[in-house]
Nanobody
Protein backbone atom coordinates (compact mmCIF):
# COMPACT_ATOMS: atom_id res chain seq x y z
CA UNK A 1 0.00 0.00 0.00
CA UNK A 2 1.18 3.52 -0.76
CA UNK A 3 0.37 6.22 1.74
CA UNK A 4 0.20 9.99 1.55
CA UNK A 5 -0.39 12.19 4.56
CA UNK A 6 -1.77 15.71 4.41
CA UNK A 7 -3.58 18.23 6.55
CA UNK A 8 -0.69 19.62 8.58
CA UNK A 9 -0.15 23.28 9.14
CA UNK A 10 0.42 25.99 11.67
CA UNK A 11 -1.86 26.43 14.67
CA UNK A 12 -1.75 28.23 17.98
CA UNK A 13 -1.56 26.31 21.22
CA UNK A 14 -4.97 25.02 22.21
CA UNK A 15 -6.10 24.73 18.62
CA UNK A 16 -7.02 21.69 16.54
CA UNK A 17 -5.96 20.03 13.31
CA UNK A 18 -7.07 16.91 11.51
CA UNK A 19 -4.52 14.93 9.59
CA UNK A 20 -5.55 12.58 6.81
CA UNK A 21 -3.68 9.77 5.14
CA UNK A 22 -4.87 8.29 1.88
CA UNK A 23 -3.90 4.73 1.04
CA UNK A 24 -3.79 3.11 -2.36
CA UNK A 25 -5.21 -0.31 -3.20
CA UNK A 26 -8.40 -2.12 -2.33
CA UNK A 27 -7.28 -3.93 0.80
CA UNK A 28 -6.80 -1.00 3.14
CA UNK A 29 -9.01 -2.67 5.72
CA UNK A 30 -6.49 -5.49 6.07
CA UNK A 31 -3.79 -3.18 7.42
CA UNK A 32 -2.92 -2.18 10.93
CA UNK A 33 -2.39 1.57 10.79
CA UNK A 34 -0.51 4.05 12.92
CA UNK A 35 0.72 7.59 13.23
CA UNK A 36 4.25 8.42 14.26
CA UNK A 37 5.94 11.80 14.58
CA UNK A 38 9.44 13.16 14.52
CA UNK A 39 10.52 16.46 16.01
CA UNK A 40 13.78 18.14 15.00
CA UNK A 41 16.74 16.42 16.58
CA UNK A 42 14.63 13.63 18.03
CA UNK A 43 13.82 10.08 17.06
CA UNK A 44 10.55 9.16 15.46
CA UNK A 45 8.02 8.29 18.15
CA UNK A 46 4.71 6.48 18.32
CA UNK A 47 1.55 8.58 18.48
CA UNK A 48 -1.45 6.33 17.86
CA UNK A 49 -2.47 3.07 16.26
CA UNK A 50 -5.63 1.34 15.05
CA UNK A 51 -5.58 -2.44 14.80
CA UNK A 52 -7.25 -4.01 11.78
CA UNK A 53 -9.13 -6.53 13.93
CA UNK A 54 -11.48 -5.54 16.67
CA UNK A 55 -11.17 -1.82 16.19
CA UNK A 56 -8.73 -1.46 19.07
CA UNK A 57 -6.89 1.84 19.36
CA UNK A 58 -3.71 2.72 21.22
CA UNK A 59 -2.20 6.07 22.13
CA UNK A 60 1.02 7.46 23.49
CA UNK A 61 0.55 8.81 26.98
CA UNK A 62 1.51 12.27 25.77
CA UNK A 63 -1.50 12.51 23.43
CA UNK A 64 -4.09 10.38 25.21
CA UNK A 65 -7.33 12.29 25.65
CA UNK A 66 -6.35 14.91 23.06
CA UNK A 67 -5.81 12.92 19.86
CA UNK A 68 -8.14 10.45 18.16
CA UNK A 69 -7.17 8.00 15.44
CA UNK A 70 -9.83 6.74 13.08
CA UNK A 71 -10.19 5.08 9.71
CA UNK A 72 -12.65 4.92 6.86
CA UNK A 73 -11.90 1.73 4.98
CA UNK A 74 -14.41 2.56 2.26
CA UNK A 75 -12.36 5.65 1.47
CA UNK A 76 -8.97 4.00 2.10
CA UNK A 77 -8.22 6.82 4.50
CA UNK A 78 -7.02 7.15 8.07
CA UNK A 79 -7.27 10.23 10.24
CA UNK A 80 -5.70 11.81 13.27
CA UNK A 81 -7.86 14.38 15.01
CA UNK A 82 -5.63 16.53 17.21
CA UNK A 83 -7.20 18.78 19.82
CA UNK A 84 -5.74 20.96 22.56
CA UNK A 85 -2.47 21.11 20.69
CA UNK A 86 0.69 22.02 22.55
CA UNK A 87 4.01 23.40 21.28
CA UNK A 88 5.60 20.04 22.08
CA UNK A 89 3.32 18.44 19.49
CA UNK A 90 5.30 20.24 16.80
CA UNK A 91 6.75 17.59 14.49
CA UNK A 92 6.51 15.95 11.12
CA UNK A 93 3.72 13.39 11.31
CA UNK A 94 3.88 10.14 9.37
CA UNK A 95 1.18 7.60 8.66
CA UNK A 96 2.28 3.98 8.59
CA UNK A 97 0.66 0.66 7.85
CA UNK A 98 1.37 -3.04 7.86
CA UNK A 99 -0.63 -6.25 7.69
CA UNK A 100 1.67 -8.26 9.87
CA UNK A 101 2.39 -6.02 12.84
CA UNK A 102 1.87 -8.17 15.90
CA UNK A 103 0.04 -6.75 18.89
CA UNK A 104 3.19 -6.53 20.97
CA UNK A 105 4.85 -4.34 18.35
CA UNK A 106 1.96 -1.91 17.95
CA UNK A 107 3.96 1.00 19.41
CA UNK A 108 7.36 0.03 18.08
CA UNK A 109 9.29 1.96 15.54
CA UNK A 110 10.06 -0.01 12.38
CA UNK A 111 7.11 -2.34 13.02
CA UNK A 112 5.24 -1.01 10.02
CA UNK A 113 6.50 -1.70 6.52
CA UNK A 114 4.70 1.06 4.70
CA UNK A 115 4.79 4.79 5.33
CA UNK A 116 4.23 7.93 3.38
CA UNK A 117 5.83 11.32 3.24
CA UNK A 118 5.15 13.23 6.38
CA UNK A 119 3.15 16.35 6.98
CA UNK A 120 4.46 19.19 9.13
CA UNK A 121 2.53 20.30 12.21
CA UNK A 122 3.70 23.46 13.94
CA UNK A 123 2.12 24.62 17.19
CA UNK A 124 3.04 28.07 18.43
CA UNK A 125 2.80 29.17 22.04
Amino acid sequence: VQLQAFGGGWVQAGGSLRLSCAGSGRTFSSYNIAWFRQAPGKEREFVAAFRRSGGYTYYADSVKGRFTISRDNAKNTMYLQMNSLKPEDTAVYYCEADRGTILGDTRRRHAYGHWGQGTQVTVSS
